[in-house]
């Protein structure tokens, strides 16, 4: 097979004629991509000229001088950011995953009562003052770790252990938090802090096991003193309204028969006095009333004379119903 081979002429004018052209716009795309920069909408661009503050820049597409006599530092200042201690996440979404291998030295602090625990948390943050953040301090992330780990310790000792591992996880939170934000405002790093949460506190390993225990008998406890005051609210509020209801009965019970005493007392006085009047009609009076009480009371009446004993077997008084109770 014959090999064919091909020679290219190149016209040393035609290159002289186009090299300034290809060299000029080579030199002016460099110009054009290293002067124009684009902030996006959560950030701020601090432009730095010659090594020194000029100008802080809005979102969009914005122009500086090129050839690296501006520099420009892209700041998230309307996101919000994190640090995490004892942690760290190393995939987020539904369900996050997380890694504590190697951060323990951030998480194991020691408390006011000489006890070890672990505490991971994290610091939510945002960037106030992007000047501020470049400028006051020297490396202000690196700087907010170390003032959020300070902090951390400072309250954490000053508190027991039960504290910290209990009902003091709150008020921790709150109190790194405040001492937080006054070392922020002290630095003047240009940094807000907006949460500090605890994500985790636990004792150290080899005494979780006890601790745990510990926890369950006081859980237990707990329940027990809860299930004792439901049963008393439950029952003392009860009794007492019984005991009241039986007080009140017996106070009425009481007014009851003694008005009614009283009422009779008086009747038998006002008889007593009409029968110094008139004894004879008082005596008729009270056998009269006295019958009318007790006549409907007996039933079938029969009314015979006393000398008529021959008609009371005609009666059939045997089979007289008895009287209606």
Known sequence: MEEKSYNININPDWIKKYLGKILW?????IILFSSVRTVGPEEEGVVIQLGEYNRTVVPGLNFMLPLGIEKMYKIPVQRQLKQ??????????????????????????????LNLTDVEWVVQYRITDSYKFLFKVRNAEKTLRDMSES???????????????TVGRQEIASSAEIKLQELCD??????RIDQVVL?????????????????EAQQERETLINQAEADYNRIIPRARGEAEETIQLAEAYSLNRVN?????????????????????????????????????????KIIVDEEGNNVLPLLNIDKVKPPIQ
């Open 25 to 29: 716009a080579v030199f002016a795309l």
């Open 84 to 113: 995490e201690f004892g942690f760290r996440t190393t995939s987020a979404g539904q369900r996050s995953e997380y890694v504590k291998a190697g951060y323990g030295d951030e998480s194991m602090m020691l408390t006011g009562d």
């Open 151 to 165: 902090v951390m310790r400072k309250v954490v000792g000053d508190r027991t252990v039960n504290e910290v591992l």
């Open 186 to 191: 002290e630095y003047e790093n240009g940094i």
């Open 199 to 215: 994500q985790d506190v636990n004792p150290p390993e080899p005494v979780k096991p006890s601790f745990n225990a510990v926890n």
């Open 260 to 300: 009614r005493a009283k009422g009779e007392a008086e009747r038998f006085n006002s008889l007593y006095e009409a029968y110094i009047k008139a004894p004879e009609v008082t005596k008729q009076r009270i056998y009269l009333e006295t019958m009318e009480k007790i006549l409907p009371k007996i039933g079938n």
